[in-house]
């Protein structure tokens, strides 16, 4: 799996297709690592986003794995082009 853009060439994602490579991303909110631990650990920075996360929590380092995985897998075989959200409703809210 390539991690690109899909929407910076097209004829890039035909010609993968063709080859049977698909191409997807992950574009997950704020994520627990350690520098996202560091960079949203005060409240009075974290909060303003959490309430608008209906889960009500940043996303863990699993969260994004567990995304990455299901794409790489066969369940998704048939995934291609797409950018997935891990980010706990927050485009929605």
Request: charged share 25%; hydrophobic share 40%.
């Amino acid at each position: 799996m390539f991690c690109i853009d899909v929407r910076s060439s097209w004829k890039t994602l035909r010609d993968q297709t063709i080859s049977k490579i698909r191409t997807n991303a992950v574009n997950p909110t704020a994520t627990m690592t350690d520098m996202g631990k560091y960079a949203w650990s005060d409240p009075e920075k974290s909060k303003p986003l959490l309430d608008r996360i209906p889960l009500g929590r940043f996303a863990e380092v699993h969260d994004v794995v567990e995304a990455v995985l299901w794409l790489l897998s066969d369940r998704a075989s048939y995934i291609n082009g797409v950018t997935l959200p891990v980010e706990g409703g927050l485009l929605v809210a």
